[in-house]
């Protein structure tokens, strides 16, 4: 997991846990968008005096794998790596690891659409994002 530019530290809260008392498998999505977020507002594409309907993205695809349970207390830090810029669409690799040895939680590819939520439409991906996240991809 060394291609990854971008990491954001995530805290385990007790409210992620499930009955088993691992993390909930539906937190790492939580995990990945709060990570995402992050990495855009790095980039200068977001702000946190922004509103998040500014942002011109949406979820169209995700896929997770589970590779080890995640448990209360774990250091853990969510990397999101930009692979591919489309016309519409970017493909966004995430992992959730563990911050301390390295190992992976769990793993993921998202497809995000740009989108205007005025017109309710997809829109072309903006040319600085595309700048942008290919100057720090080295895409």
């Known amino acids: 997991m060394t291609d990854y530019k971008f990491f954001h530290p995530t805290e385990v809260r007790y409210g992620d846990l499930d009955p088993q008392g691992h993390v909930n498998n539906a937190k790492y999505l939580t995990y990945f968008e709060q990570a995402r977020v992050y990495y855009f507002m790095k980039l200068g594409l977001f702000g946190k005096d ?15 794998t589970y590779h080890t349970p995640t ?18 669409s970017m ?12 190992e992976v939680m769990a793993s993921g590819t998202v497809i995000l659409v ?17 700048k942008k996240i290919s100057e720090f991809e080295g895409l």
């Not at 922004?50 to 997770?64: K, L, N, R, T």
């Not at 989108?115 to 439409?121: A, G, K, V």
């Open 50 to 64: 922004q509103s998040f309907m500014e942002i011109g993205v949406i979820i169209a695809d995700i896929h997770v």
């Open 71 to 88: 448990h209360y207390g774990d250091p853990i830090k969510v990397g999101v790596r930009f692979d591919k810029i489309g016309n519409k």
């Open 91 to 102: 493909t966004v690799e995430q992992c959730v690891m563990n911050a301390e040895t390295g």
């Open 114 to 130: 740009t989108f205007d939520y005025e017109t309710l439409r997809t829109i072309p991906v903006p040319e600085d994002w595309k």
